[in-house]
C-alpha cells in the first residue's frame, strides 16, 4: 500500500532496523530476506533522499534524519496496531497476547506470581516476558517495546501514564545468630557494618542509596549483588546485614533462619507503582491487565494488613527487633 508515494511496508522495515541496528537481525525480525531487506534499505535511502545508515563494524548507525524518523515511525506503527488491527471485541480466553514487563525479583516473588496465575485460569494463552529494569525502560515504553514497568514511582518518568500498586517499605535483615542485631540499631552502627547491598542504574549503585544521600560518610559495603534474592544466603551465618523489601524478606524467612530489624532514620515508605506507553492507555488488552494488576494489588495488601507480626521475646536489648524465624522443618 502506498501513501503519497511511500510504500508503507517500508515503515515497518525502517522501524526493524532502526531497533536492531543490523541488517541481519531486522530481516529476521520481520521475516525478509537479506537481498529484500536490502532492497528496503535502498528504497528509504531513495524516498527520504537520505543514506540513513552507516556501518560501523556489524553495527548500523543511523543518520540524524534516521534518528528524527524514528519515534514516529514507531508511534504510527503502534496506532495501527491497537487501532486498527486490534480486535473490536476482545476475549481474553483466545488472547494469543504476550505481554512484555520490566521488573525486579522482588516484585516477582511477592506480587507478579499471584497476577501470573491468575491469567493462567481466565487467559490460558495469554503469554509473558520479564525483564530486569533499565535505565532505558523509558525509551523502550515509547517505542512499544515493553508494556509494562514496575518500580517505585520515584524512580518513574512523568512521560507516561502509571498506577499505584502498593506500599512497601525497607527493614533491615540478618542472620537470626547475628548478636549485633540484638540491641537497637542505631544509623551510625548500620552505616558501619558489613553489608550486601544490589546494584542499580548506571553508575550501578546500591537501591538503597537514594535514601541515603548526604547523610554523611559511606556505608561498609562487602558485597554487592545483581538481585534482592541473592542477599538473605549470603547472610546466614554471618554478620553481615542487608536492606530489603519487607515481604521478599518475609519470604525467604520461611527458607533460611533470618531476622528482620527496623532501620534508622531516613528510610520512608515508598509506592510500587506500574507505568505502561501512553499509547497504550486505550488498548482492550492492556486495560485488561492493568485491571488484573491493581485488584491482585488490592488483594495482597489487604491480606498483609490481616497479617498479625509476632514480636518474640528473649535475650538483649529488642527495642527494634521485628521479627526472627527459624527455617521450616
Same mark, same amino acid.
Given at each position: 500500500?502506498?501513501?503519497?508515494?511511500?510504500?508503507?511496508?517500508?515503515?515497518?522495515?525502517?522501524?526493524?532496523?532502526?531497533?536492531?541496528?543490523?541488517?541481519?537481525?531486522?530481516?529476521?525480525?520481520? %521475516?525478509?530476506?537479506?537481498?529484500?531487506?536490502?532492497?528496503? +534499505?535502498?528504497?528509504? &535511502?531513495?524516498?527520504?533522499?537520505?543514506?540513513?545508515?552507516?556501518?560501523?563494524?556489524?553495527?548500523?548507525?543511523?543518520?540524524?534524519?534516521?534518528?528524527?524518523?524514528?519515534?514516529?515511525?514507531?508511534?504510527?506503527?503502534?496506532?495501527?496496531?491497537?487501532?486498527?488491527?486490534?480486535?473490536?471485541?476482545?476475549?481474553?480466553?483466545?488472547?494469543?497476547? &504476550?505481554?512484555?514487563?520490566?521488573?525486579?525479583?522482588?516484585?516477582?516473588?511477592?506480587?507478579?506470581?499471584?497476577?501470573?496465575?491468575?491469567?493462567?485460569?481466565?487467559?490460558?494463552?495469554?503469554?509473558?516476558?520479564?525483564?530486569?529494569?533499565?535505565?532505558?525502560?523509558?525509551?523502550?515504553?515509547?517505542?512499544?517495546?515493553?508494556?509494562?514497568?514496575?518500580?517505585?514511582?520515584?524512580?518513574?518518568?512523568?512521560?507516561?501514564?502509571?498506577?499505584?500498586?502498593?506500599?512497601?517499605?525497607?527493614?533491615?535483615?540478618?542472620?537470626?545468630?547475628?548478636?549485633?542485631?540484638?540491641?537497637?540499631?542505631?544509623?551510625?552502627?548500620?552505616?558501619?557494618?558489613?553489608?550486601?547491598?544490589?546494584?542499580?542504574?548506571?553508575?550501578?549503585?546500591?537501591?538503597?542509596?537514594?535514601?541515603?544521600?548526604?547523610?554523611?560518610?559511606?556505608? &561498609?559495603?562487602?558485597?554487592? +549483588?545483581?538481585?534482592?534474592?541473592?542477599?538473605?544466603?549470603?547472610?546466614?551465618?554471618? %554478620?553481615?546485614?542487608?536492606?530489603?523489601?519487607?515481604?521478599?524478606?518475609?519470604?525467604?524467612?520461611?527458607?533460611?533462619?533470618?531476622?528482620?530489624?527496623?532501620?534508622?532514620?531516613?528510610?520512608?515508605?515508598?509506592?510500587?507503582?506500574?507505568?505502561?506507553?501512553?499509547?497504550?492507555? %486505550?488498548?482492550?488488552?492492556?486495560?485488561?491487565?492493568?485491571?488484573?494488576?491493581?485488584?491482585?494489588?488490592?488483594?495482597?495488601?489487604?491480606?498483609?494488613?490481616?497479617?498479625?507480626?509476632?514480636?518474640?521475646?528473649?535475650?538483649?536489648?529488642?527495642? %527494634?527487633? +521485628?521479627?526472627?524465624?527459624?527455617?521450616?522443618?
Amino acid at each position: 500500500m502506498r501513501f503519497k508515494g511511500l510504500d508503507l511496508n517500508l515503515l515497518v522495515a525502517l522501524d526493524a532496523l532502526i531497533s536492531e541496528r543490523s541488517l541481519t537481525s531486522a530481516a529476521r525480525k520481520i %521475516n525478509l530476506s537479506q537481498p529484500a531487506m536490502s532492497a528496503a +534499505v535502498a528504497r528509504l &535511502r531513495s524516498y527520504f533522499g537520505d543514506e540513513l545508515f552507516g556501518m560501523r563494524g556489524r553495527e548500523l548507525v543511523l543518520t540524524s534524519r534516521a534518528e528524527a524518523l524514528a519515534a514516529p515511525v514507531r508511534q504510527a506503527l503502534v496506532h495501527i496496531e491497537l487501532s486498527i488491527v486490534a480486535r473490536d471485541m476482545f476475549d481474553p480466553a483466545r488472547s494469543s497476547r &504476550r505481554f512484555r514487563i520490566a521488573l525486579s525479583d522482588f516484585i516477582t516473588i511477592v506480587f507478579l506470581k499471584n497476577v501470573v496465575e491468575r491469567v493462567t485460569r481466565e487467559a490460558p494463552t495469554v503469554s509473558f516476558e520479564l525483564a530486569a529494569p533499565t535505565d532505558g525502560h523509558e525509551e523502550l515504553l515509547r517505542r512499544g517495546e515493553l508494556d509494562f514497568v514496575i518500580l517505585p514511582d520515584f524512580l518513574m518518568s512523568s512521560a507516561h501514564p502509571r498506577a499505584a500498586l502498593f506500599e512497601e517499605r525497607l527493614v533491615c535483615v540478618g542472620c537470626c545468630m547475628n548478636r549485633e542485631l540484638q540491641r537497637r540499631l542505631t544509623f551510625d552502627r548500620y552505616m558501619s557494618m558489613s553489608h550486601v547491598a544490589v546494584k542499580h542504574g548506571v553508575p550501578q549503585t546500591p537501591f538503597e542509596q537514594s535514601f541515603l544521600i548526604d547523610l554523611g560518610p559511606a556505608r &561498609r559495603i562487602d558485597i554487592l +549483588v545483581q538481585s534482592f534474592s541473592m542477599i538473605p544466603p549470603l547472610l546466614v551465618g554471618t %554478620n553481615r546485614i542487608g536492606t530489603m523489601p519487607l515481604g521478599l524478606v518475609r519470604h525467604f524467612q520461611k527458607m533460611m533462619p533470618l531476622q528482620i530489624v527496623e532501620l534508622p532514620d531516613p528510610f520512608p515508605v515508598f509506592t510500587e507503582a506500574v507505568q505502561w506507553p501512553a499509547l497504550h492507555n %486505550n488498548d482492550p488488552e492492556s486495560l485488561w491487565i492493568r485491571e488484573i494488576l491493581l485488584q491482585e494489588a488490592t488483594r495482597m495488601a489487604t491480606a498483609q494488613e490481616h497479617t498479625v507480626t509476632s514480636t518474640p521475646g528473649g535475650s538483649g536489648s529488642a527495642g %527494634n527487633f +521485628v521479627q526472627s524465624v527459624s527455617p521450616l522443618p
